[in-house]
């Protein structure tokens, strides 16, 4: 992976879980309130927040712990999870899912389409 895809993949991620602290902390829960509620350990939700993912077990935990999170917080889940597989498993997007992307015009899904097209 390029130098510039690394630093966007690594900006998203970060966007990521900063949009999933901020809900949390616009719901007033704590990180150990929403630990509690998803049985997810409070330091895996600090690695998400932290936009850390890496640090996490595994895809299947990435992915799994974040929708969980997600759900409990109101936000839409598959939305980000989606930009969490093409920031951290990136597979190249058929010129269809490039259209709905930019259709969508959702800010994370834009990002990283836009750096997609600079491949």
Do not use: W
């Amino acid at each position: 992976m390029a130098d510039t895809e690394q630093n966007d993949a690594t900006d998203a991620l970060l966007a990521i879980g900063q949009c999933i602290q901020t809900a949390r902390k616009k719901s007033r829960m704590t990180v150990a309130k929403l630990s509690a509620k998803t049985a997810i350990s409070t330091r895996f939700i600090e690695y998400i927040e932290a936009g850390e993912f890496s640090k996490l077990p595994g895809r299947s935990h990435v992915l799994g712990f974040t929708r969980s999170i997600c759900r409990e917080l109101a936000l839409d889940a598959e939305e980000i999870v989606q930009a969490i597989k093409s920031a951290m498993y990136p597979d190249p997007m058929t010129e269809f899912e490039l259209t709905i992307a930019q259709q969508l015009r959702r800010p994370l899904i834009a990002k990283i389409v836009n750096a997609l097209k600079r491949q």
